[in-house]
């Protein structure tokens, strides 16, 4: 008998990694879509072709995090086996500006859902996913990070995360339910969105190279990330809630790397040879050959406090799960610019 799953944010960057692949292992996949003004499906468009012609079990319905009774209406619809909770206010400097919202949707989202689950008689039936975040480890006290690391967040991003991490471990200690956080260290693709770090900056690459934009601004150079790629990650999504118990795990690479190598490393894909002149705010990232300004600061783009390195141990879910990442660093961003330049081109 084929599962069935349920996917909020089903069109972002994950969901739509994780639909294509639980569609592609047999499962009939509902995803949650929030109403917006413009058509926000261009990630999972194919998908829905698909579904149209009939060739994938694959159904959209509407929803919002804010709405706990859509929310309890979109489940008694699905009763799914399986709920991956990838929706969320998922940007951390924007979840500055925007604490309750973020709050709201990233803290008590989750606890909407596990209640949902719970009021309408499914906790022996479902499994719930929560995409947990290293965020959470925050200002770190050891590294590399596991799930024994201390957390101390650093952001309202991460705040409202960790309400949601502990609301899951208390549904599943009071009401033995099947429900796990995955502590996932960032990770990236193609579909990033446009106003993370690392497609920020390939896109840029590319539109530098192609003469549509001079230069970009970002802010800290500095921080440090273990960055994986999104196609691993939504598979170890999988294998943690097809575990034979629920628990929690980190997914990461282990490798941890700064702006500026991303900087650097996406820059030289683009034919540039950055060389870094002045300090602070002044910094300037310039083309070696050509000699022009390529890269700047901006302050805008700082966070009221950073996360200044995140360096992540999977050995758990190596150990128990058998999973593992297949990307490395350099075939990330290599794979993001070469899709951007050909997106632009
Ligand atoms: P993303 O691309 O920003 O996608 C977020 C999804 O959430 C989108 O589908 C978005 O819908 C939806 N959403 C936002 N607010 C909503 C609301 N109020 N109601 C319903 N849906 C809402 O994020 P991602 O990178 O795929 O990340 C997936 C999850 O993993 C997030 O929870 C994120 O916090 C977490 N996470 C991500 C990483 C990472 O490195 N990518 C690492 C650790 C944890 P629209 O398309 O309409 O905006
Ligand atoms: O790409 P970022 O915005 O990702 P961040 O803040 O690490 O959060 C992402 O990963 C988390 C997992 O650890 C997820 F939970 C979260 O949902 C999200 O997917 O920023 C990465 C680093 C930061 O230190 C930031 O200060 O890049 C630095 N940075 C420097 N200049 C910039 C910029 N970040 C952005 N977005 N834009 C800049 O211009």
């Known amino acids: 008998m084929s599962k069935t799953a349920l996917i909020t944010g ?47 079990p694959f159904t959209l319905l509407s929803g919002d995090m804010t709405d706990s009774g859509g929310l309890h209406r979109i489940l008694e619809i699905a009763e799914p086996d399986e709920v991956y909770n990838l929706a969320a206010q998922s940007h951390v400097r924007v979840s500055f500006d925007t604490p309750e919202y973020t709050a709201d949707v990233d803290g008590l989202g989750p606890l909407r859902i596990l209640d949902a689950i719970r009021t309408l008689g499914l906790t022996e039936k479902t499994r719930f996913y929560q995409a947990s975040t290293s965020e959470l480890f925050g200002k770190v006290c050891q590294t590399p990070q ?26 599943r200690e009071a009401y033995g339910m099947f429900a796990s956080n995955g502590i996932l260290f ?112 901006d302050p805008t783009f700082f966070r009221p406090t950073e996360v200044d390195l995140l360096c992540g141990d999977a050995t758990k879910a190596r150990e128990r799960l058998g999973w593992e990442p297949k990307h490395s660093f350099r075939d990330i961003v290599e794979e993001m610019f070469q899709a951007d330049l050909a997106a632009l081109s």
Not at 24 to 45: E, F, Q
Not at 146 to 161: G, L, M
Not at 219 to 238: I, K, S, T
């Open 10 to 56: 089903v069109t972002g960057q994950d969901g739509t990694y994780l639909a294509r692949r639980l569609l592609a292992l047999g499962y009939r996949v509902y995803g949650m879509v929030r109403r917006a003004s413009l058509p926000n499906t261009a990630r999972i468009d194919s998908l829905l072709a698909r579904a149209q012609t009939g060739e994938i």
């Open 146 to 171: 596991s799930e024994t690391t201390p957390f101390h967040p650093r952001s309202p991003y991460a705040s409202a995360k960790l309400f949601a991490y502990w609301t899951v471990i208390n549904y």
């Open 186 to 297: 960032n990770h990236e693709s193609p579909l990033r969105g446009e106003t993370f770090i690392t497609r920020k900056i390939t896109r840029a690459a590319a539109q530098i190279k192609l003469g549509l934009i001079e230069k970009v601004a970002v802010g800290n150079l500095d921080a440090y990330r273990d960055w994986g790629h999104a196609a691993d990650y939504v598979e170890g999504m999988r294998l943690i809630l097809n575990a034979e118990k629920a628990d929690d795990f980190v997914l990461a690479t282990g490798e941890t790397h700064s702006v500026r190598e991303l900087t650097e490393t996406a820059f030289r894909l683009a034919g540039f040879d950055l060389v870094w002149k002045g300090t602070g705010s002044d910094e300037k990232g310039i083309d070696r050959v050509g000699g022009k300004v390529l890269v700047e600061i």
